[in-house]
T-cell receptor, first 109, second 114 residues
Framework: SQQGEEDPQALSIQEGENATMNCSYKTSINNLQWYRQNSGRGLVHLILIRSNEREKHSGRLRVTLDTSKKSSSLLITASRAADTASYFCATDGGFKTIFGAGTRLFVKA | DTAVSQTPKYLVTQMGNDKSIKCEQNLGHDTMYWYKQDSKKFLKIMFSYNNKELIINETVPNRFSPKSPDKAHLNLHINSLELGDSAVYFC?????????????FGPGTRLTVL
């Protein structure tokens, strides 16, 4: 399996619900990032959490990191139709960032 | 102002042809990247340049040759195109500092090899 694997692969929810995506990785990391990709577009950086942090918030986003389990989760609260996109975790090894396969989130209005 | 731009956005070509994709960033970043995203959305790093020097080459066939004329540009030339080269290619840039590496992506170039 690849470094930075997301789970689930796809998620469909109703507007207003919370969406949780998980990421597992294999090697030690400096930090972990989450990116969003809208259909037909490039990736956009959402949030970074350092290896010595356990939780971080940014607006409706909440990221947790458990280095003992080598896993992270991204929670999007009160989802909106505009949150429909693919979400990728990325583990950072200096100049080489490794992206997972992503979770495709579909938020129904 | 577009931070990271790529041209062309779409590229349709025949097998065996040679093609180039251009990338430019106006963010003043030292590091630029090429990624390949396949049909399953898996994003794989191909090359990374720092201050015009190649620092990562991820076992990409030597038909792919990146060129960085200056820090703001990283072009990708592909020789003898094959069907398996069909994908979306993304350019990105970042300023790596203190273990922090937020990358800024271009809009992508969708390459279709017929």
């Amino acid at each position: 399996s690849q470094q930075g694997e997301e789970d689930p692969q796809a998620l469909s929810i109703q507007e207003g619900e919370n969406a949780t995506m998980n990421c597992s990785y294999k090697t030690s990391i400096n930090n972990l990032q989450w990116y969003r990709q809208n259909s037909g577009r490039g990736l956009v950086h959402l949030i970074l959490i350092r290896s010595n942090e356990r939780e971080k918030h940014s607006g409706r986003l909440r990221v947790t990191l458990d280095t003992s389990k080598k896993s992270s989760s991204l929670l999007i609260t009160a989802s909106r139709a505009a949150d429909t996109a693919s979400y990728f975790c990325a583990t950072d090894g200096g100049f080489k960032t490794i992206f997972g396969a992503g979770t495709r989130l579909f938020v129904k209005a | 102002d577009t931070a990271v731009s790529q041209t062309p956005k779409y590229l349709v070509t025949q097998m065996g042809n040679d093609k180039s994709i251009k990338c430019e960033q106006n963010l003043g970043h030292d590091t630029m990247y090429w990624y390949k995203q396949d049909s399953k959305k898996f994003l794989k790093i191909m090359f990374s340049y720092n201050n015009k020097e190649l620092i990562i080459n991820e076992t990409v066939p030597n038909r792919f040759s990146p060129k960085s004329p200056d820090k703001a540009h990283l072009n990708l030339h592909i020789n003898s195109l094959e069907l398996g080269d069909s994908a979306v290619y993304f350019c990105a840039s970042s300023q790596v500092a203190g273990g922090y590496n937020e990358q800024f992506f271009g809009p992508g170039t969708r390459l279709t090899v017929l």
